[in-house]
């Protein structure tokens, strides 16, 4: 526990995941945690490739919140990472601390779900971590690059290359075509187009029949999927998506979904995505949940189920703690 996770080759990280799950709600354990961050070549079946539905018969005893371990520095298959992250907005009696000392590596090629109350500071998060916002004090480093005392303009650039971003309202330009929209970041940054891979984002998001028409002509999950292949063109180091699923019906969710689960389990992409809902969070293969601007817990390759469990746990202990200021902290609290 608390080891170099970042340094730990794939099948050490898999025993450790199985050694943590003991310290969980349950004692003994076999795991289907075979994915792994590295290797969920077995988990790629959708909608739920974590596991069944609720109610579903579940093969694996259910694996409660943990505590989020995060070693002092990020190690190599760490893609973004937070040290002490605090963000403050405004000052005096307004002051808000959406991000109170966020301590957290984002793996490389892995899906990662962000949940948490509203207010809790996961968009907030996505943003100080894709250079969007700057954060108060602490660190933000971008696949081994240092971005928090980056200046606008370098930003800018970075975000350009490295970062791709979703946003739950699509955020696409009206006036262009699908394909023009896609294109949009590379024609920005004036690279040229890779047709190959231009190609392969398209038909990974089965768009090759409606790339010339304009958003206003695309359904909202569509015009999502038409958003996630702007984000993916460039081959960026990661991708944030802050509840991308979130204007959608949950046929379209299970798309959007599905698409960026497949994005990092076949082509290798790295994908950090806020969710409130836990049959999105299912899709990914690690849980975060945030809390008054802190990480509360974690849960690895979860079910449905499980994280709406995590869910009534972690809201209990809060609201235990509420209750009764500097009792011993309860599920998913000890973090610090
Ligand atoms: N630009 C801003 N100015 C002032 N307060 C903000 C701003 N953005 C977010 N906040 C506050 O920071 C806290 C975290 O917000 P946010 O990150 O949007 O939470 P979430 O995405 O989890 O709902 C909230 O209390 C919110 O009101
Ligand atoms: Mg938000």
Known sequence: MGRHRGAEPHEQRRNRARARVGTGAVDEVETADDGGPAGAADTTATPHPNGGAPGAARTTPRT????????????????????ALTKVYGAGETQVRALDGVDVDLARGSLTAVMGPSGS?????????AGLD????????????????????????????????VFQAYNLVPTLTAAENIRLPLDIARKPVDKARFDAVVRAVGLEDRLHHRPSELSGGQQQRVACARALVAEPSVVFADEPTGNLDSRSAAEVLGFLRRSVDDLG??????????????????????????LEAELLHPEEGDILAAIGELSAARERRQAAPGATAAAGDGTR
């Open 64 to 83: 409660g919140p943990t505590p989020v371990h995060t070693p002092e520095r990020p190690g190599p298959d760490a893609i973004a990472s937070a040290r």
């Open 121 to 129: 500071g996961k968009s907030t998060l996505m943003h100080c971590l």
């Open 134 to 165: 700057s954060p108060t004090s602490g660190s933000v480093i971008v696949d081994g690059v240092e971005i928090s005392r980056m200046s606008q303009r370098q930003l800018t650039k970075l975000r350009r290359t490295r970062i791709g971003f």
């Open 269 to 294: 992409h790295s994908v950090v995505m806020v969710t409130h809902e836990p049959s999105a969070a299912a899709y990914a293969h690690r849980v975060l949940f945030l809390a008054d601007g802190r």
